[in-house]
């Protein structure tokens, strides 16, 4: 075989072997998890100017995966958001150590009673453990939340260890946080986000839940979309 043959078969093979890299790069890169959060749509009540709002009771989310252990990381990471964004209205998580498993399922029953009303029903609700927890408190209004579809995608993350790529899980979830009048059970405004977070289960140890962190990121996109006047009282 001369030598213009030899340099033709070399470059041939060498294309073939860049179409097979590419195509399996192209492949890879369809699975590459990149989290993405967004505030998929919003409900405000054309009357909630009428309404003076000064404290609100949060309720944990609903179901918390960090219940069992009483950290309720997104809920207490909503929390913080929260006191940060609007510095002169009062924010209470009613009787955390206390609430169980229990008032994860009273929530659901709750929403499920103002997705059907469209309010809050106010007797139903003060009936209930975690109802009459929050009027312990006393406060203007409420959020009260729940998570409503949770999924896994399994794909790759860029590893910062070996420059190139490692399984990975992105875990996507929908939930709703409603702001309730605590006066008469109107609903003042209805947020629903998509949270989504990737992680890899080497490399990096986990401390809570990702659905908790998936949650949270969520909430970073919503806060803003909050309408609460923060007004100082005098």
Known sequence: MNHHKITG?????????????????????????????????????????????????????????????GTFFATNHF????????????????????????????????????????????????????????DEESTDAMIIGRIEKVTKKKGFTASRIYSWYQTATLISCQFTYYLISLKDGRVLWKAQVSGEEGYSLTGKNILYSPLDYAVSNGIDKMIDKIPLTDIKLE
């Open 9 to 69: 078969l070399l470059s041939i093979l060498s294309t073939l072997s860049f179409i097979i890299f590419f195509s399996a790069c192209n492949e890879l890169l369809d699975y590459i998890i990149v989290p993405r959060n967004a505030v998929l749509s919003t409900y405000k009540s054309p009357k909630i100017d009428e309404y003076k709002i000064h404290s609100v009771a949060l309720l944990p989310m609903a179901p918390d995966d960090t219940t069992d252990n």
């Open 79 to 134: 929390l913080n958001s929260l006191k940060q964004k609007f510095p002169n209205t009062k924010f209470t998580v009613p009787l955390v150590d206390s609430i169980m498993a229990s008032d994860s399922l009273t929530i659901v029953k709750v929403i499920d009673s103002i997705e059907k009303l469209r309010r809050l029903d106010l007797k139903y609700f003060f009936d209930t453990d975690i109802g009459y927890a929050v």
